[in-house]
C-alpha cells in the first residue's frame, strides 16, 4: 500500500508539470528606446592654470598665489557668487638644470575654476586673466542650468520611443501592446555638444547640447 501511494504521488507530480508546460506563457515584446532633448547653455566653466617658477619655493608660491588672488577678486568684483569660484590645492614641482634651463628651480601651480551664468562676462575675464600673464587657459566647458530636467525629458521621450516601436513590431506579429512590464535605464545623461554658432550677446561661441537617454522596456503582448 505504502507503494502504491508512492507512484500515485509521481503520477500526480508528473501530470502537474506536463499541465504547467502545456500553458503558453504570457507573450511580451522588448525593445529599446531612444530620447533626446537640445538646448543652448545657458552657463560656461573656465578653467585657468596660474604657474610660476623661480629659485625658492616660497617665491614660486607667492607668485602664483598673488595672481590667483586678484583673479579671484576681480570675479567677485563682477557679482560672481563665491560658490560659482574654486581655487585648486597648490602644486610645486623641482626643475633641474637643463639645456634650456641651466638653473635650478621651482615651479607652482594653482588652478582657479569659474563657472559663468552671465557668459557675457567671459570674455573679459579672459583678457583679466592673460594680462595676469604665465597662464594656462583650458577650453571652457558649456553647461545647462536645467541639465537634470533635461534627461528627464529625455527618458520620457525614450519610453515613448520604445512603445511606438513596440506597437509597430506587434502589430506586425498579429499583436497589440499591452501594459508595460519593466523598464531598464541604459543611458547616464551626458549631454553632448551638437554644434557651434556665434552668440551676439556674449561674443563668445555657444553650442546646442542635446541630451540623450536610452532605455529598455518589456511591454505584454495582448489580442488586438
Do not use: H
Request: no cysteine; proline share 4%; aromatic share 6%.
Amino acid at each position: 500500500m505504502q507503494l502504491n501511494s508512492k507512484v500515485w504521488i509521481l503520477m500526480v507530480l508528473t501530470f502537474s508539470a506536463s499541465l504547467a508546460a502545456a500553458v503558453p506563457s504570457e507573450r511580451t515584446i522588448t525593445v529599446q528606446g531612444t530620447g533626446a532633448v537640445s538646448q543652448r547653455p545657458d552657463q560656461a566653466r573656465l578653467r585657468i592654470q596660474f604657474s610660476a617658477r623661480a629659485p625658492q619655493v616660497i617665491t614660486a608660491k607667492r607668485l602664483v598665489d598673488e595672481n590667483a588672488q586678484a583673479f579671484t577678486k576681480f570675479l567677485v568684483g563682477k557679482k560672481i557668487e563665491q560658490q560659482n569660484i574654486n581655487n585648486s590645492l597648490l602644486r610645486v614641482r623641482a626643475e633641474y638644470p637643463s639645456a634650456e634651463q641651466p638653473k635650478p628651480g621651482f615651479v607652482a601651480e594653482r588652478e582657479v575654476s569659474v563657472v559663468f551664468t552671465d557668459l557675457a562676462l567671459y570674455p573679459e575675464a579672459l583678457e583679466f586673466a592673460a594680462a595676469l600673464g604665465q597662464v594656462e587657459m583650458q577650453p571652457v566647458e558649456l553647461l545647462n542650468s536645467n541639465a537634470a530636467d533635461l534627461y528627464e525629458q529625455a527618458l520620457i521621450a525614450a519610453v515613448d520611443d520604445a512603445k511606438r516601436k513596440a506597437s509597430v513590431l506587434a502589430k506586425q506579429g498579429g499583436a497589440k501592446v499591452g501594459a508595460v512590464m519593466s523598464i531598464n535605464e541604459l543611458s547616464i545623461g551626458q549631454p553632448r555638444l551638437m554644434k557651434m554658432a556665434i552668440s551676439a550677446d556674449s561674443g563668445m561661441e555657444t553650442g546646442t547640447q542635446m541630451v540623450k537617454a536610452d532605455v529598455s522596456v518589456i511591454f505584454q503582448l495582448v489580442e488586438p
